[in-house]
C-alpha cells in the first residue's frame, strides 16, 4: 500500500525557517517524481515545488522561489522541503504528493499524504 | 492566485447530474492533461480524473471528464450524499514560469 507521511510542521516566528519531510513507502521512491502542495486555511490547492525522480527537474511556484528548496534522498525514501524567510501567508497545510506515471513529466497527483500544518506567526 | 477558474459552487439533489468548468489558457489546459480532484471535508485531495478522461483504479464510473480547447469538464452523474465535497481542476502551465497549477475550486452541495 502506498503511504506518504509528513512530518515536520508546526508554530514558527514570521523570518524563520522549517523543513518539511515526507516518509514514502508502498513503491520504489527513487522511480517517482514527487510533489509539494499547500492550502491555506479555508482556501483553495496552491501548488509549490515539483522534483524529478533522480533529483533534476526542479520547480518552484513563483511565491516561494527564492525562499523554499525542494530535495529528496532516494536512499531513504524521503522527500524534503526546507523553508526559509517564512511569511504568514506561508501559512497552511503542506501535502507531499507523487506523480501519477514514472515518465518524467508532471501530470497528476495520485497519492497524497495527510498533510502537515504550518503556522507562521508572532 | 489560480490562474484556472470554476464556478465557486454547484448545487443538485440527490441523483441529479451536474458539471464542473475550469477554464484555462494555452498555456496550460490547452497544451497539457487535466487531472481533477475530490476533497472530503478534513481530508487531502484524492485524484478523480487523470489525463482528461481517465478514472483511476476504484473510482466509479459517475464521474468522467473531458477537454475541449482551454476548458475543461468534470462530470457527475447520480449525485449521492458522499459526493459533497470540494473539487479541483490541476495541470502544468508552460509559461514562462513552469508549474503545476490548480483551480479555484468548486464546492459540490447535496440539497
Known amino acids: 500500500e502506498v503511504q506518504l507521511v509528513e512530518s515536520g510542521g508546526g508554530l514558527v516566528k514570521p523570518g524563520g525557517s522549517l523543513r518539511l519531510s515526507c516518509a514514502a513507502s508502498?513503491?520504489?521512491?527513487?522511480?517517482?517524481?514527487m510533489n509539494w502542495v499547500r492550502q491555506a486555511p479555508g482556501k483553495g490547492l496552491e501548488w509549490v515545488s515539483s522534483?524529478?525522480?533522480?533529483?533534476?527537474?526542479?520547480y518552484y511556484a513563483d511565491s516561494v522561489k527564492g525562499r523554499f528548496t525542494i530535495s529528496r534522498d532516494n536512499t531513504k525514501n524521503s522527500l524534503y522541503l526546507q523553508m526559509n524567510s517564512l511569511r504568514a501567508d506561508d501559512t497552511a497545510v503542506y501535502y507531499c504528493?507523487?506523480?501519477?506515471?514514472?515518465?518524467?513529466?508532471?501530470?497528476?497527483?495520485?497519492?497524497w499524504g495527510q498533510g502537515t500544518l504550518v503556522t507562521v506567526s508572532s | 492566485q489560480s490562474v484556472l477558474t470554476q464556478p465557486p459552487s454547484v448545487s443538485a439533489a440527490p441523483g441529479q447530474n451536474v458539471t464542473i468548468s475550469c477554464s484555462g489558457s494555452?498555456?496550460?489546459?490547452?497544451?497539457?492533461?487535466v487531472s481533477w480532484y475530490q476533497q472530503l471535508p478534513g481530508a487531502a485531495p484524492k485524484l478523480l480524473i487523470y489525463?482528461?478522461?481517465k478514472r483511476p483504479s476504484g473510482i466509479p464510473d459517475r464521474f468522467s471528464g473531458s477537454t475541449f480547447g482551454t476548458s475543461a469538464t468534470l462530470g457527475i452523474t447520480g449525485l449521492q450524499t458522499g459526493d459533497e465535497a470540494d473539487y479541483y481542476c490541476?495541470?502544468?502551465?508552460?509559461?514562462?514560469?513552469?508549474?503545476?497549477?490548480f483551480g479555484t475550486g468548486t464546492k459540490v452541495a447535496v440539497l
Open positions: 522534483l524529478g525522480s533522480s533529483g533534476n527537474n526542479i
Open positions: 508502498g513503491f520504489t521512491f527513487r522511480n517517482y517524481g
Open positions: 489525463d482528461n478522461n
Open positions: 504528493a507523487r506523480d501519477s506515471t514514472i515518465s518524467g513529466v508532471v501530470t497528476s497527483f495520485d497519492y
Open positions: 490541476g495541470t502544468w502551465d508552460n509559461s514562462l514560469g513552469a508549474g503545476g497549477v
Open positions: 494555452s498555456s496550460n489546459i490547452g497544451n497539457n492533461y
